[in-house]
């Protein structure tokens, strides 16, 4: 079956340092890759997506690119800031038996910035 | 996008009890889910809220645990019965609209059993 495998946190870092959140999956067909990101007391919000490889999703100073070779979609910041201390969920989705669709989420990478 | 508000935001509650969790979507969408995420620990779907019918479970939930409804395109409810202190939990409606675009989620339920 699908699965997502990302790197495990905590993971914690200073104020503008460059952020790197690894990612990799597996899965039959093309899904589409997502990273999801809940600030604490929080639901899940999008924080970017890609539909198709070499897609780069960006949002927020973040970025991830569809790397289907690699079958990864690691997340990058070039100088995070405090209000990014969240935890980070990277996601896959493909159809669900020709409706709606299947999402499957990584365990989830904590992130913490130090002033 | 669709906005999703869930409430309660949480709720302590006693062993055997059940607590109803209400979902509604700003505008009709055509899946609606349900999560539950664990302390430290990432989604796990729990079923699928089918309109007009009975729910789809996922492997490990069963409907007599937790009953879902979904009267229409833009609300949903979770039961959760008889609870245990293993009940405890964050618990998540997801909404999705066409395909390939994201799922949004609403803002969860911390549920507390003593």
């Known amino acids: 079956g699908n699965s997502v495998t990302q790197m495990e946190g905590p993971v914690t870092l200073s104020e503008e340092a460059f952020l790197t959140i690894n990612c990799t999956y597996t899965?039959?067909?093309?899904?589409?890759l997502f990273w999801y990101v809940q600030y604490p007391g929080e639901g899940l919000q999008l924080l970017l997506k890609?539909?198709?490889?070499?897609d780069k999703g960006s949002n927020k100073g973040f970025e991830a690119t569809y790397r289907k070779e690699t079958t990864s979609f690691h997340l990058e910041k070039g100088s995070v800031q405090v209000s990014d201390s969240a935890v980070y969920f990277c996601?896959?989705?493909?159809?669900?038996?020709?409706?709606?669709?299947?999402?499957?989420f990584g365990p989830g990478t904590r992130l913490s910035v130090l002033p | 996008s669709a906005v999703i508000s869930q409430k309660p935001s949480r709720d302590i509650c006693q062993r055997g009890t059940s607590l109803t969790i209400q979902c509604q979507v700003d505008?009709?969408?055509?899946?609606m889910f349900w999560y539950r995420q664990q302390p430290g620990q990432s989604l796990t779907l729990i079923a699928t809220?089918?309109?007009?019918?009975?729910?789809?479970?996922e492997s490990g939930f069963v409907i007599d645990k937790f009953p879902i409804s979904r009267p229409n395109l833009t609300f949903s409810t979770l039961t959760v019965s008889n609870m245990s202190p293993e009940d405890s939990s964050i618990y998540l409606c997801?909404?999705?609209?066409?395909?390939?675009?994201?799922?949004?989620f609403g803002q969860g339920t911390r549920l507390t059993v003593v």
């Open positions: 505008s009709q969408v055509t899946m």
């Open positions: 996601a896959l989705s493909d159809l669900r038996d020709n409706y709606g669709q299947n999402f499957v």
């Open positions: 899965a039959t067909g093309y899904p589409s």
């Open positions: 890609a539909t198709k490889a070499d």
């Open positions: 997801s909404a999705e609209g066409q395909r390939y675009t994201e799922a949004f």
């Open positions: 809220a089918n309109q007009g019918s009975e729910a789809t479970y």
